[in-house]
């Protein structure tokens, strides 16, 4: 059985790969130091899939620590790397809070990496990287632009630092993964994500609001040059993005990959425009949305979906989920966890 370490798994993505990892026989050791996620996730992703994964409270940039980790699991052969500060507006007033966490932890894991022999990398990258790509649907080989964020950088940077590392010493092999716009939950609804305070990104800001957490939703601009004027996005379910990660790392641990760097768009090749959202949103949990709209937010892409052929060829990977189940989880995620928290 092989050990995979996963970093921020008890977070929103992790914690779902760490079911799917745990239902393709992997044993999931999972290192978080829960500054965004709860270790109550735990308990979760043992009820769906009757393991629980092994759990250490662990900051990856704490290099000591990290040490002491991996001299104590000497069986890990590979690691995903989910830990990470993601929120792109608290990383512009914060950049050096950004940049130490998201690189230091990346530079720890890496080093680490080539002295102890652990030649698999798995790493979360985001479709951020291409900005308004030039042409619709955006490849892998599309020019990477000036990122937006200073959290948009560090996914950039990471991946320099991930390149230069393996052209430096080809032992290792790794694969980043760009997301584009993960939703939903697990259709347990055991497992969800979990914004802390106000969210930033669209789903939970509509699925608070349907629930009655937030007044109304604001739709961003109406005045894009898009069909109906709304920003277009390509919404994946978080348990078919779960899935690549598996894939990912059974190509790597497998040895099939092409190249010792490989880079892959995660996504459903498929735009879908914020009103689209709402509409879809509406029809499949039966509710209704308070939304209005309003300015367009500084520094938001007009639109942006995914090809995807890479990923369906090499990795055998395509999103299964409709938009329509992944927004129906989203929705029974958020009232289970609302109901939840009511009985504690
Ligand atoms: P999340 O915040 O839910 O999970 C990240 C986890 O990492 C959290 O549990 C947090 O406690 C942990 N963490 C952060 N810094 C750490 C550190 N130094 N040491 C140990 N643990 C640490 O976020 P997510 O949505 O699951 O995102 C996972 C990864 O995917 C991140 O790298 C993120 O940048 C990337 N990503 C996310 C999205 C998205 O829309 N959610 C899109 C593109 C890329
Ligand atoms: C954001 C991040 C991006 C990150 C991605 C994945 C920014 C600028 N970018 O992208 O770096 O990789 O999340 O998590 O934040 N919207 C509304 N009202 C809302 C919230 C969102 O209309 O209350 C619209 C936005 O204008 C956008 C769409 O919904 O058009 C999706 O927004 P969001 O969920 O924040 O994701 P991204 O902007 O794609």
Not at 28 to 39: G, Y
Not at 44 to 67: N, Q, S
Request: a negative charge.
């Amino acid at each position: 059985m092989q050990t995979v370490m996963v970093t921020g798994g008890t977070g929103y993505i992790g914690s779902h790969t760490a079911v799917e990892l745990i239902n393709e026989g992997f044993r999931v050791l999972i290192a978080d130091n829960l500054s965004n996620s709860e270790a109550g996730v735990l308990d979760g992703i043992e009820k769906i899939t009757g393991v629980r994964p092994g759990f250490e409270e662990l900051d990856i940039c704490d290099e000591a620590a990290l040490k002491s980790y991996l001299d104590r699991n000497p069986e890990i052969s590979a690691i995903i790397h989910f830990a990470a500060f993601k929120a792109v507006g608290e990383s512009v007033d914060k950049p050096l809070k950004y940049y130490r966490n998201n690189l230091v932890s990346l530079i720890n894991l890496l080093e680490q990496m080539l002295i102890r022999s652990i030649t698999n990398l798995v790493f979360s990258s985001s479709c951020t990287v291409y900005g308004q790509p030039d042409l619709l649907p955006v490849t892998e080989s599309a020019p990477v632009k000036k990122a937006g964020s200073p959290y948009g950088n560090t996914k950039k940077i990471s991946e320099d630092i991930i390149a230069d590392t393996i052209h430096s010493d080809p032992s290792i092999k790794a694969v980043s993964l760009r997301y584009f716009n993960p939703i939903g939950a697990h259709p347990s609804a055991l497992i969800g994500e979990l914004p802390r305070g106000v969210p930033d990104n669209l789903v939970p800001f509509i699925t608070q609001t349907a629930i009655g957490v937030r007044d109304v939703l604001k739709v961003f601009g109406d005045d894009y040059n898009t069909p109906d004027g709304s920003c277009i996005r390509d919404y994946l379910h978080v348990t078919d993005l779960a899935k690549a990660h598996v894939t990912a790392i059974k190509r790597l641990i497998e040895n099939k990959n092409k190249d010792n760097y490989e880079v892959f768009n995660l996504g459903t090749g498929q735009g879908v425009s914020v009103l689209e959202m709402i509409k879809t949103f509406e029809k499949v949990n039966s509710v209704s949305l308070n939304y209005t709209i309003t300015g367009r937010r500084p520094g938001d892409t007009e639109q942006v979906w995914a090809d995807t052929t890479l990923a369906n060829r090499e990795l055998g990977w395509k999103a299964g989920s409709s938009l329509e189940e992944a927004l129906a989880t989203a929705w029974k995620w958020e009232k289970y966890y609302r109901e939840s928290k009511q009985d504690k």
